[in-house]
């Protein structure tokens, strides 16, 4: 959500203000259609009770309509409401104090009310369902029990959120990320489904509106909790490919290995391909400990998401770098002849694509991500395909040069899917909307850390190739 969107609410929010003093019960309807799942959200935050939070926002409503005149600011007016809803929420706090038993009376005109429509199946949440998400929920501290609760009753928009609390975007998206920390993570699924069902329907708008006939705009008026009476009454696929295919491709780079070994030409290649190897599965090791330290310390220290997001970007610049320059090395020494690039078993070209693909592959299999698997899987059969095919008449430096190329032709198509894509496979892995991931992760940032490696793999090449 941008400021300009906000801004546009915000002369909406004034028009209709000015409306309903004017006596429009219209536009007062308007208002509170616009801002029921608020002021429900902040009632129940507080609550736990779907039923009490309702009665307590439509108490909020027909005190705003009262109080209407009393509001300087008609830009501000979702934060408004948000204060006299929570004024109504002590308020009814400390009355239930005095009185255990508290009984609403019923206002005389309850007939001339409409009557409830149906709620949709999508809507419904049984007693046993909120006292599950209470139960949950209810177990957050209040500084991050409050932005939840909005954030998934506000559409998910973190500039609703921000606005209604009148916080900083980057405090709230704070708060969210420590709140998520929190709730048990086999509940979070259902936390987040159940919210949104016990979102107010089209009825809670029309029981307002309903009973502004017996409020004079600014005026006194009793019975404000009858209202609620009369108004309101009556991918197992996916996960065995993000496990098999990773195994599979490093089952492939491990076989590679080997052979690269097993079949080098005398013993001096032999020692440098066992040293290029050991480099090569040091730097795996290291990048994979590398995340789960990440993942260890954003845990431990309740990091927020963009803290953990670019310390795992982190990881992951470092790795490339590094096998970018171990790439370049093993290119060199073949086309400079240091080597002798004898021809690749047909055996070892299959583990060599299988390796360099089949983990983003998997990746994007497991986000669903179902046409950027394919476009990869096309590639790397065309690569090796291509290569097979080409390979017949070239021997020597030529034919390093062929499966060289081959190589880095599907990784320059890898590091397009991730530039087009990346945002959609992160999003669901932190947990956030894809708005919220563009605002955390930027796709500028990514193309300039792409450019910056391909700017490297250029750097090193023109070094290494001056230096022979």
């Not at 408004?80 to 002590?90: F, M």
């Not at 291509?386 to 034919?399: D, E, I, S």
């Amino acid at each position: 959500m941008t400021t300009h969107t906000l801004s546009a609410e915000a002369s909406e929010d004034t028009a209709l203000v000015t409306q309903s003093l004017a006596g429009s019960r219209d536009a007062f309807g308007r208002i509170v259609e616009r801002y029921q799942s608020l002021v429900c959200a902040v009632a129940f935050s507080a609550t736990g009770s779907v039923t009490r939070s309702e009665d307590l926002a439509q108490e909020t409503f027909l005190t705003a309509w009262q109080q209407l005149r009393q509001l300087r600011e008609p830009a501000k007016l979702r934060a408004w409401l948000c204060g006299i809803a929570r004024n109504t929420i002590n308020a009814d706090r400390r009355r239930q104090g005095r009185e255990p038993v508290h009984h609403a009376a019923q206002l005389t005109d309850e007939a001339d009310l409409p009557a409830p429509e149906p709620a949709p199946p999508s809507q419904v949440i049984s007693n046993e369902e909120v006292a599950l998400l209470w139960r949950e929920v209810g177990q957050l501290p209040e500084i991050y029990r409050e932005p939840f609760v909005l954030f998934y009753r506000e559409h998910r928009s973190v500039a609703h959120v921000a606005a209604a609390l009148e916080l900083s975007e980057d405090a709230v998206l704070q708060r969210l990320s420590r709140g998520r920390k929190l709730l048990h993570e086999r509940m979070l699924v259902f936390v987040e489904s159940a919210l949104d069902r016990t979102n107010p329907g089209k009825q809670f708008a029309l029981g307002v509106q309903a009973a502004l006939p017996l409020l004079a705009v600014g005026g006194q008026g009793a019975g404000l909790a009858t209202v609620k009476g009369a108004a309101m009454k009556g991918g197992g696929l996916a996960s065995l490919s993000a496990l098999v295919l990773p195994v599979a491709g490093m089952l492939a780079a491990l076989g590679v290995s080997w052979g690269s070994i097993r079949y080098a030409g005398d013993p001096d290649e032999r020692r440098f391909m066992k040293t290029w190897n050991l480099v090569l599965w040091s730097s795996i090791g290291a990048f994979m400990l590398g995340l789960y330290g990440v993942d260890a310390l954003g845990s431990a220290w309740h990091w927020e998401v963009r803290t953990a997001l670019f310390a795992g970007v982190g990881v992951w610049c470092c790795y490339l770098l590094v096998l970018a320059m171990l790439l370049v090395v093993m290119y060199r020494r073949g086309v400079e002849g240091q080597r002798r690039p004898a021809g690749t078993p047909r055996g070892m070209l299959v583990g060599m694509y299988s390796a360099t693909s089949s983990w983003m592959i998997g990746l994007a299999w497991m986000m669903g991500d179902r046409a950027s698997a394919a476009f990869i899987v096309v590639a790397t059969l065309g690569m090796a395909a291509w290569n097979v095919h080409a390979r017949r008449h070239r021997t020597g430096v030529a034919l390093h040069q062929l499966t060289s190329g081959c190589q880095a032709a599907l990784c320059g198509v890898l590091l397009l899917v991730v530039n087009l894509r990346v945002d959609r496979w992160l999003a669901p892995i932190y947990n956030v909307p894809l708005d919220e991931m563009h605002r955390l992760l930027p796709m500028a940032t990514v193309h300039v850390l792409t450019v910056l490696l391909l700017g490297w793999v250029g750097a090193l090449l023109a070094l290494t190739g001056r230096k022979a």
